[in-house]
């Protein structure tokens, strides 16, 4: 698919968003609802009205003046009959019937127009700038007609209604809080590297079985079990402050499932993050090769349901770990979390749970926009993400 973005705030663009009426193409550029320019539609010229004179046929010049005589003579003859009409009647003429016609046509035309504008409202209730241009032409057809006034005030109110999403929008981005450091929507996919706006040096490289499915948000990556994701540029993961969210759709959730683990074998990491026997845990190494990082939540991730994770670092002060938006456990350490250079694997941890460490653990299902910030968000900013997809996931 083709992947674009809006020309004035960049944000990303996809095909269900033009579908549902969330973005627009206009003079081949592409908007999103916030930043679509208001284009009032150019009323149609009006149609050159027809002549009714007869072309004039040349004459032979020596007949010309016996044609003038007819012409006067028969002009007077008429002037003469409509003056002793107007005198038989005693009063003014009648209005010519074919504009008394006319008017009815236009106020027909008028009604039918507002009737379209409120159909295209009802099906189209999520379409504020649809009905913000249907009402623009509306009012256009209904000018100087009966039904000018209620155009008027539909327009209006569709102008309001506007106005108030855009706001509620504009409070909604600013809410989410600073832009990510990095992140992974899986939208496009070269080979076997998802590429992204981060790009080479955020490149993410799959293994088989790492696979481009529909998302939460257009596409997203789905894990057979056996299979991972490699981010090798993943000195992001090492900042002190930290944080990270991902939405997730676990095809199971018993045993151990490695989401997200930065290292290649047992050695020390600043960020485990698993799926436990329906429990989120995390775990991190300090610089002296101890693990005081053990946290581990209540099992609430339920299979086959698409779920919002959202993990907070804070450099002296621990851990929180956030489910659908909602903190869901903390754990307080004033110890630093270690660094390293090894890459970032999502899907994959080497430690599968078991006394044996006999294998790594692997995820099973979907998971998708997962972003990474080298700061701590607030609670706040991790329910505006959660909130920004929700309504996505609810309509699926």
């Known amino acids: 698919m083709e992947i674009v973005y809006c020309v004035d705030c960049g944000k990303k663009l996809r095909d269900h968003d033009f579908v549902r009426g969330a973005a627009y193409t206009q003079d081949k550029r592409h908007y999103c609802t916030t930043c679509r320019p208001l284009s009032t539609p150019s009323p149609a010229p009006a149609p050159k009205p027809k002549t009714t004179r007869a072309r004039a046929v040349k004459s032979p010049s020596g007949e010309r003046p016996r044609s003038l005589v007819l012409v006067a003579g ?7 009959v409509l003056v002793a009409v107007l005198v038989f009647r005693g009063g003014d003429p009648a209005p010519p019937a074919h504009g008394r016609e006319g008017e009815v046509s236009r106020e027909a035309a008028a009604q039918d127009a507002v009737r379209r504008g409120r159909t295209f409202e009802s099906l189209n209730p999520k379409d504020l700038e649809g009905q913000v241009q249907t009402w623009k032409q509306v009012v256009s057809v209904c000018d100087r007609t009966p039904s000018a006034g209620e155009a008027k005030q539909s327009l209006d109110r569709a102008l309001a ?5 855009r706001v509620r929008l504009e409070a909604a981005k600013k809410a989410q809080g600073p832009p990510p450091a990095a992140t992974w929507d899986f939208e ?22 790492a696979d481009q499915v529909e998302g939460v948000v257009g596409k997203g990556l789905r894990l057979n079990g056996k299979s991972w994701v490699r981010i090798d540029g993943a000195d992001v993961f090492n900042a002190p402050d930290l944080s990270v969210t991902f939405w997730m759709k676990p095809a199971g959730v018993k045993g151990r499932q ?3 683990s930065k290292r290649i074998d047992s050695k020390q990491s600043p960020i485990v993050l698993s799926l436990w026997e329906g429990a989120l845990s995390f775990e991190a190494a300090d610089p002296s090769h101890a693990w005081p990082y053990q946290v581990k939540s209540m099992a609430l991730v339920k299979a ?18 956030y489910l659908n938006g909602a903190l869901l456990t903390e754990f307080k350490s004033d110890r ?13 941890e080497m430690f599968n749970g078991t006394d044996a460490h006999d294998g790594s653990a692997t995820y ?27 309504p996505a996931v609810k309509e699926r």
């Open 74 to 80: 028969g002009a007077l003859l008429l002037a003469g």
């Open 161 to 165: 209604a506007l106005d108030r999403e």
């Open 188 to 209: 496009m996919v070269s080979g076997d590297v998802f590429r992204n706006s981060g790009g080479d040096l955020y490149a993410a490289v799959r293994m088989p079985g």
């Open 258 to 260: 490695g989401l997200l």
């Open 304 to 321: 086959e349901v698409w779920s919002h994770v959202g993990v907070v670092a804070r450099a002296g002060r621990g851990v929180e770990l």
């Open 336 to 348: 630093p979390r270690c660094t390293n250079r090894d890459p970032l694997f999502i899907g994959r």
């Open 364 to 390: 099973t299902g979907l998971i998708d926009e997962l972003k990474v910030w080298a700061q701590p968000l607030g609670a706040q900013e991790i329910k505006a993400q959660y909130d920004a997809a929700a």
